[in-house]
């Protein structure tokens, strides 16, 4: 059973930045792709970014592209995601996601682990 397990989320004001993580426990995160997704109180859960296995692939919504940075270091089954920039409207509940098959997908369909979220809530 693959696990996800998110950190980093808290209170950053606008314009500020903040990293999060995802650990993920399965023997190896070999030709997998991950993706962070984001839920807004009330709203859906929207696609933010993916990154494919080899980490020279990466996919960003329109609203993050430029501002935030995903990353993943297989050795430590770990992916990351920088924030910088941060607007009142990134506030949400972030999730980690796998895919086992290795697509880049923005539903969340795609993907067949999550993580438990980590709260990421922005102040002016």
């Known amino acids: 059973q693959v696990q996800l397990v998110e950190s980093g989320g808290g209170l950053v004001h606008a314009g500020g930045s903040l990293t999060l993580s995802c650990t993920a426990s399965?023997?190896?995160?070999?030709?997998?792709?991950m993706a962070w997704f984001r839920q807004a109180a009330g709203k859906e859960r929207d696609f933010v970014a993916a990154?494919?296995?080899?980490?020279?692939?990466?996919k960003y919504a329109n609203s993050v592209k430029g501002r935030f940075t995903i990353s993943r270091d297989n050795a430590e089954n770990k992916v990351y995601l920088k924030m910088n920039s941060l607007k009142l409207e990134d506030a949400a509940v972030y999730y980690c996601?796998?895919?086992?098959?290795?697509?880049?997908?923005?539903?969340?369909?795609?993907?067949?682990?999550w993580g438990q979220g980590t709260q990421v809530t922005v102040s002016t």
């Open positions: 996601a796998l895919d086992p098959a290795g697509g880049l997908g923005m539903r969340v369909g795609h993907y067949d682990y």
């Open positions: 990154i494919a296995w080899s980490a020279g692939v990466t």
């Open positions: 399965m023997p190896t995160l070999s030709r997998t792709s």
